[in-house]
């Protein structure tokens, strides 16, 4: 039974690490692909080992690991709760101002320094289940970094929870923060073997109950378009303009289905994320989903057959295209360890929660992680309108991503 009495601490280290601007970098080469991560993740550490985590650390690549020791005589397999520090490139995450509405009465919630700002209750249908609660959000100007710093808050109060709670029983609890998550890097240079887990959650969900256990396998395809440039003033009959190569290529793709705007539910999509170029070079980005495998070679087949037929429009423009694997729906390998994902739907009936068992229409950390020997499912911690600065969340469901954890943990070591 949770201590009903238990003074939780999620809110104030939340609201501590939003402060940290941890924004990633798509374009970045190095790892992390922001510096700024690491000084978030040293402070983590820092902060673990002064609650009497004693091989609390931050790695050179800027993960933090940390144990907690079991304190049960039982043989409890290593369980991993795992967050990522950073917060998306597609919003400043910088001079972050977190305001707490107070006993949300419903209706749609004006964020004050921007009056264009609005979190509009018919597209965020969980506020109508939030009445009463404590709602953080942004002050319009940034996002919040609710995703996925209330994952980081969340497992920390677990931990002092259970520091605070010795009665309480638990095996090996292995904390791992990540960076680079939100540029699908996350678990590039993880060290599985010094993390010691034998299964492993990410607390990066949204609504209460969320339980995820599927994800889109998603590969990346880049294709350059190479045309011929010159004087635009003598270019008639020679000049290949690359741009106007992609345009045309473009516009050959489905108007009405395939792309993220006219897909749902567990249909796949092929979208493209960024073009770039000039005469002489268009350079096209996609990113290709679905959550069964095999279907992305069809969508690519069918991007390299479109991209073909577009060049032999325009004589002596060429092509390039390449496919990249990305990571794989993790139910494959989920499947084949079905206490992890039962345990947490388990902890969530424990508490009566109805648990939401939903396919993610992304990927999490857990996709890979479970590939490399780490099954992985993902949970709740609350975080609703992500990428955004209409992000928000509930200091309730952050409390009740808190007892969930601890729940689960407790439930290995009963079950072990």
Wanted: hydrophobic letters at 35%.
């Amino acid at each position: 039974m949770f201590d009903e009495k238990y003074q939780f601490t999620c809110l104030e280290k939340f609201l501590r690490y939003v402060k940290y601007d941890t924004q990633s970098d798509e374009e970045s080469a190095s790892f992390p692909s922001t510096a700024k991560q690491k000084v978030l993740s040293n402070d983590l550490a820092k902060e673990l080992k002064g609650m009497g985590l004693k091989d609390a650390i931050m790695d050179v690549n800027g993960y933090v690991t940390a144990t907690l020791p079991s304190n049960t005589q039982k043989k409890v397999p290593a369980i991993a709760f795992i967050a990522h520090v950073d917060t998306s490139p597609a919003v400043s995450g910088e001079h972050v101002n977190p305001i707490i509405h107070k006993n949300y009465k419903g209706g749609d919630i004006k964020l004050p320094s921007d009056p264009t700002q609005i979190i509009k209750v018919d597209e965020n249908p969980d506020l109508k289940n939030m009445i009463g609660y404590d709602i953080v959000t942004t002050d319009g100007t940034t996002l919040l970094g609710a995703d996925n710093k209330a994952g980081v808050a969340e497992i920390m109060d677990v931990i002092n929870y259970f520091l605070t709670h010795p009665d309480v029983k638990h095996g090996d609890i292995k904390v791992c923060f990540t960076p680079d998550e939100e540029t699908g890097r996350g678990t590039e240079k993880i060290d599985l073997k010094a993390l010691g887990a034998h299964y492993g959650y990410t607390i990066d969900g949204s609504s209460r109950g969320e339980v995820e256990s599927e994800t889109f396998s998603a590969d990346g395809v880049v294709i350059k378009f190479h045309g011929k440039n010159i004087h635009p003033g003598y270019a008639k009959g020679k000049m290949i303009n690359a741009v106007r190569v992609a345009a045309d290529f473009l516009e050959s793709l489905p108007k009405d289905k395939l792309s993220p705007e006219t897909t749902e539910k567990r249909e796949g999509y092929v979208h493209c994320t960024n073009v770039n170029g000039n005469e002489e070079l268009a350079t096209l980005k996609f990113i290709i989903r679905d959550f069964e495998t095999p279907k992305l070679k069809e969508y690519e087949d069918l991007l390299k057959d479109l991209a073909g037929k577009t060049v032999k429009k325009y004589p002596g423009a060429r092509m390039e295209f390449e496919a990249t694997e990305q990571y794989r729906n993790m139910k494959e390998m989920l499947d084949k360890h079905p206490n992890v994902v039962n345990y947490a739907i388990q902890a969530m009936k424990n508490l009566k929660i109805e648990p939401i068992l939903s396919p993610i229409r992304g990927g999490t950390d857990g996709s890979r992680l479970s590939f490399m020997g780490l099954p992985t499912p993902n949970i709740f911690a609350g975080e609703h309108s992500f990428h955004s600065k209409l992000e928000w969340i509930s200091v309730q469901d952050m409390e009740m991503s808190v007892r969930v954890i601890v729940e689960i943990a407790k439930i290995w070591e009963e079950k072990s």
